[in-house]
């Protein structure tokens, strides 16, 4: 997750909260105390399933999915208490997550491995999801990700800043993702949270994105940030023994400002063995 989407997140947030009513094409997985709202298009020989980013819903991935054509299955869900999704009431951490995305891949992949694709949070839960099981997935591609190692790094350098920018975060977010936002801090911040040194043998796509802001608005989008932020993706890249490291002048969200960009990475990875 990175506090560079803070004002996306927010919009979104408020967006979300009065998105009630179904969309034509709708799938409804069963999570028992709720069901999560997923979709998918397309035919082919792969399957791609979208983890989007904290506070986004699976409609961020439209044109990505545009992009990508009919010639692949395309499936994408959006997480308990966002979109259309239900939810328990109860605060979402990374390992719930991890069991709800993986009821999303048993219910619609039909036991097809899957290439996963997942932005910012989205990214860091797609990293766990490989290394957890990876018997699963046929590639991983990482769209600006975030690392269990992040938060380390960056208190290290200015944790003066990343706890303003939580405080600034947390004003914005409504009570249940304001939850889920302080689960997720808490498991960032322990003692043992870093980022992989080890990753499964899948091929792997790394989308990186390097501009940093004329005004900055959170630490990441500074110069220190960025650096930070380039270094965390280069010791993730190197954890695994196959794929590529791409690198963009962009904000934070490259499948909304490239969509097309993210789309080529999804075809080259499928392709690799």
Wanted: proline share 5%.
């Amino acid at each position: 997750m990175s506090t560079n989407s803070i004002k996306v997140w927010a919009m979104a947030a408020l967006l979300m909260a009065a998105s009630n009513i179904a969309h034509a094409g709708e799938i409804l997985v069963d999570r028992g105390a709720y069901r999560l709202s997923a979709e998918q298009s397309g035919a082919g020989p792969v399957t791609v399933v979208f983890e989007s980013g904290f506070g986004q819903a699976k409609d961020t991935w439209k044109d990505v999915i545009a992009a990508l054509g009919p010639d692949y299955r395309s499936i994408s869900y959006s997480r308990a208490g966002l979109g259309n999704s239900g939810s328990d009431g109860k605060p979402k951490d990374i390992d719930a997550h991890l069991v709800d995305l993986g009821a999303v891949i048993s219910d619609l992949a039909g036991g097809q491995k899957v290439v996963l694709v997942g932005h910012s949070y989205g990214g860091l839960l797609a990293t766990e999801f490989a290394r957890r099981h990876p018997q699963q997935l046929q590639a991983l591609v990482l769209v600006d990700p975030a690392t269990l190692g992040q938060r380390h790094a960056f208190k290290q350098a200015d944790a003066a800043r990343v706890l303003a920018d939580d405080a600034a975060l947390l004003g914005m977010l409504p009570p249940p993702m304001a939850a889920d936002y302080r689960a997720l801090i808490t498991q960032l911040d322990a003692p043992g949270a870093r980022t992989p040194s080890a990753m499964p043998d899948l091929p792997v796509a790394l989308l990186t994105a390097t501009q940093v802001a004329a005004e900055p608005f959170v630490f990441e989008e500074t110069a220190a940030g960025k650096a930070l932020w380039k270094a965390q993706h280069a010791a993730l890249f190197s954890a695994f023994d196959r794929g590529f490291q791409r690198y963009f002048v962009s904000g934070h969200n490259i499948h909304r400002e490239n969509p097309a960009a993210v789309a080529d990475a999804i075809r080259d990875i499928a392709g690799r063995r």
